[in-house]
């Protein structure tokens, strides 16, 4: 079983560009597709950003190119950098990763944008 873990949430600011962190475990993190989810009160879960194993990235068109994902293979280790935050990107944030088949998540971490 994969096993991951977000930290970096908290108050922020709006304008702000905090950094999210996930540290997953295993051997093979090297050939997981990394990504970000995120999921507000009353809304279904959407992916923010992914990062596959040959380090291609995709983002959702809601974040329009604000995010940046990436990986460090030595560490397993995977981030989130975040800028220019707004209201409207608060919610609890995902790290996921999909090996084998299956998809795997963490705990979340709660990003709230407010002043």
């Known amino acids: 079983q994969v096993q991951l873990v977000e930290s970096g949430g908290g108050l922020v600011q709006p304008g702000g560009s905090p950094r999210l962190s996930c540290a997953a475990s295993g051997s093979s993190f090297s050939i997981y597709t990394m990504g970000w989810y995120r999921q507000a009160p009353g809304k279904q879960r959407e992916l923010v950003v992914v990062i596959t194993s040959g380090g291609s990235t995709n983002s959702a068109d809601s974040v329009n190119g604000r995010f940046t994902i990436s990986r460090d293979n030595a560490k397993n280790m995977v981030y989130l950098q975040m800028n220019s935050l707004k209201p409207e990107d608060t919610a609890v944030y995902y790290c996921?990763?999909?090996?084998?088949?299956?998809?795997?998540w963490g705990q979340g971490t709660q990003v709230t944008v407010s002043s």
């Open positions: 996921n990763a999909e090996y084998g088949g299956r998809m795997f």
